[in-house]
């Protein structure tokens, strides 16, 4: 079966400082990955997704940014962390062309700029 | 330019009766309709999906209702059950590039009363 793994749980980081968030997929290859952020008391919103490795398209311009270096590894960075990047951060994958669209998300990193 | 509406942040429902969900949508091109249903702290896990030509989608005691015309989907949980208590977004997809893009609504925070 297929898992999806995302660390850490929770960062606490200061203004200015780096980011680095990663996600694994297991079980399965080649998929599809996103990177979602959720800021309080809204929706989900699509921040990067890659088909293959080293493609990423970047759906909102902002102070993040992605890469795929590996088929099942997605890591989300930022050079320096501004207040507006805290929020709940998700991952997900999705099986490539499947005709349902289902994306199965993981556990999601709470990030807190302070 | 909110494409993926759910204009309820919450809901009250006794438990055993029905939980009805409400979606909105501006944008043609969504092929897929999804739920996905979320507790604090964790990813949204998927419910249920429909396609867009298709009206009616039922899985357990979850139903999705989809008015093309009226751009408009529902979600009916019968008997609603208080495990059931949890956000629920309603997420529209649309195909790009070899993968698929989900737009998610702001979310409706279910809770079902004993």
């Known amino acids: 079966s297929q898992t999806i793994h995302q660390w850490p749980a929770t960062l606490v980081q200061p203004v200015g400082s780096p980011l680095s968030l990663e996600c694994t997929v297991e079980?399965?290859?080649?998929?599809?990955l996103y990177w979602y952020r959720q800021a309080a008391g809204r929706g989900l919103q699509l921040l990067f997704y890659?088909?293959?490795?080293?493609?990423i398209s970047s759906e909102v311009p902002q102070n993040l940014s992605a890469s795929r270096p590996q088929d099942r590894q997605f890591i989300l960075s930022s050079k320096k962390l501004l207040l507006s990047d805290s929020g709940f951060y998700l991952c997900?994958?999705?099986?490539?062309?499947?005709?349902?669209?289902?994306?199965?998300f993981g556990p999601g990193t709470r990030l807190t700029v302070l | 330019d909110q494409q993926v509406k759910q204009n309820s942040p919450s809901l009250s429902v006794q438990e055993g009766r029905i939980s009805i969900l409400n979606c909105d949508y501006t944008?043609?091109?969504?092929?897929?309709f999804l739920w996905y249903k979320k507790y604090p702290a964790e990813g949204p896990t998927f419910l249920i999906s429909?396609?867009?030509?298709?009206d009616k989608n039922e899985d357990g005691r979850f139903t999705v209702f989809l008015n093309k015309s009226a751009k408009h989907l529902s979600l009916h949980i019968v008997p609603s059950q208080p495990g059931d208590s949890a956000v629920y977004f309603c997420?529209?997809?649309?195909?790009?590039?070899?993968?698929?893009?989900?737009?998610f609504g702001t979310g409706t925070q279910l809770k079902v009363e004993l």
């Open positions: 890659s088909v293959g490795i080293g493609q």
């Open positions: 079980g399965t290859s080649n998929p599809n």
């Open positions: 997420a529209a997809s649309e195909l790009t590039g070899g993968g698929n893009k989900l737009t």
């Open positions: 944008n043609s091109m969504f092929d897929y």
């Open positions: 997900a994958w999705s099986v490539p062309r499947r005709s349902a669209n289902e994306q199965f």
């Open positions: 429909i396609s867009s030509i298709k």
